[in-house]
């Protein structure tokens, strides 16, 4: 079963700065098949990005992804305060389980 | 516009049974294969089970599996979570969520309001 590892477990930042969070494997994760999501208080959780890259349909391009291997980052440029929640990644590609990290808490002070 | 509406939850004491419904419309359900993913109150998410659009290919976390079967009717628009020998770490608000795309390689892009069940003696 492959391990995911997020990091920092909480970030807080102020509107306009720009977030970075980071998903390392603990083994290479196949095809790139890294996932992020991001989940409000009360509501399920929303598909930002797939393909390590590729953007969901409807997400703004303040979010980005990068990263390849067993190593993975969620950026999100000129934050703003819609932007608090916490963040997943999860992998898809391996066989299963097609694990979730623990999730970033992202705070917009 | 895609829906997934899941029912079925509710309170259930430990080593009982209880089964979960996903009514999926505005999408061609038989096309696409279909997660379940969890989450315990305050903790994260967790994968629970994925079944591929004709039901021919399943695949379950440890932490299910031999309990929990995952079933689909795509002539009803209808996929299926079949809970046994419930325990009490099984507390969780149960989504499902549809796959990105039809192929293989694709995460869950739509998901449900989710269905919370609560095993307690």
């Known amino acids: 079963e492959i391990v995911l590892t997020q990091s920092p477990d909480t970030l807080s930042l102020s509107p306009g700065e720009r977030a970075t969070l980071s998903c390392r494997a603990s083994?290479?994760?196949?095809?790139?098949?890294l996932a992020w999501f991001q989940q409000k208080p009360g509501q399920a959780p929303r598909l930002l990005i797939y393909?390590?890259?590729s953007r969901a349909t409807g997400i703004p391009d303040r979010f980005s992804g990068s990263g390849s291997g067993t190593d993975f980052t969620l950026t999100i440029s000129r934050l703003e305060p819609e932007d608090s929640a916490v963040y997943y990644c999860?992998?898809?590609?391996?066989?299963?389980?097609?694990?979730f990290g623990q999730g970033t808490k992202l705070e917009i002070k | 516009q895609v829906q997934l509406v899941e029912s079925g939850g509710g309170v259930v004491q430990p080593g009982r049974s209880l089964r979960l419904s996903c009514a999926a419309s505005?999408?061609?359900?038989?096309?696409?294969?279909m997660h379940w993913v969890r989450q315990a109150p305050g903790k994260g998410l967790e994968w629970v089970t994925v079944?591929?659009?004709?039901?021919?290919?399943?695949h379950y976390a440890d932490s299910v599996k031999g309990r929990f079967t995952i079933s689909r009717d795509n002539s009803k628009n209808m996929l299926f979570l079949q809970m046994n020998s419930l325990r009490v770490e099984d507390t969780a608000v149960y989504y499902c969520?549809?796959?990105?795309?039809?192929?293989?390689?694709?995460?869950?892009?739509?998901w449900g309001q989710g269905t919370l069940v609560t095993v307690s003696s």
């Open positions: 969520a549809k796959k990105l795309s039809g192929g293989t390689g694709y995460p869950p892009d739509s």
């Open positions: 505005g999408f061609s359900f038989s096309i696409y294969g």
């Open positions: 079944i591929s659009y004709d039901g021919s290919n399943i």
């Open positions: 083994q290479r994760i196949s095809n790139n098949y």
């Open positions: 393909g390590a890259s």
């Open positions: 999860q992998q898809y590609g391996n066989s299963p389980p097609y694990t």
